[in-house]
């Protein structure tokens, strides 16, 4: 009966010390691009050792301190369901934190967007535009096209052209273009 509040307090830790570590590193302690690949890397995952943990001690002290099961067969039950919730645990998470929904993933992306710029911008020289995207307000350092040969003033509608880096090339969109509702 020791060995499982054991694990099950060696589980609560760790799971406490990721709830309080919050998102200073992946839900598995280290950089996601240093984890192993391949069917058998949950096992190095540190999600999965402390739900493991947690719910083998927490099956066993439950199996046994209440009389349904004792001996091997409680060892063996908490010991499917350590591993089961563990591996289920791992492989979850990891499928809902693998995407950032909405999120532009290139700068690319942001061509053809509106924006208004938050400097004035002149021919040769460099300004700001701020864009609205899916995820909130990004700003770019903005130049003009070679072609444009005008001054535009902080506040002016324009939009993104060409985004070389994260420098995004603006102008002004043609008159019989409606102002797009996302931006500012």
Known sequence: ???????????????GASFWQGDAHDADGHQQEHAPAGPLAVL??????????????LTGLVLEGTGLLGGLLAGAVAGVVGLSSGLVSTVVLRALSAETTGALPHAESHVGRE???LLP???GQR????????TGEADFVAELPASVDA??????????????????????PPADL???????
């Open 1 to 15: 009966m020791s060995i499982y509040l054991a694990t099950l307090v060696f589980g609560a830790i760790l799971l």
């Open 44 to 57: 190095f995952s540190l999600r999965f050792w402390t739900f493991g943990a947690a719910f083998f001690g």
């Open 115 to 117: 924006g208004r710029l």
């Open 121 to 123: 911008l002149a021919p």
């Open 127 to 134: 300004g700001k535009v701020r864009v609205r995207t899916p």
């Open 151 to 172: 001054t535009l003033p902080s506040g002016e509608r324009v939009w993104i052209v060409e985004m070389r880096g994260a420098t995004a090339v603006v102008d002004v």
């Open 178 to 184: 409606p102002p797009a509702t996302t931006a500012q």
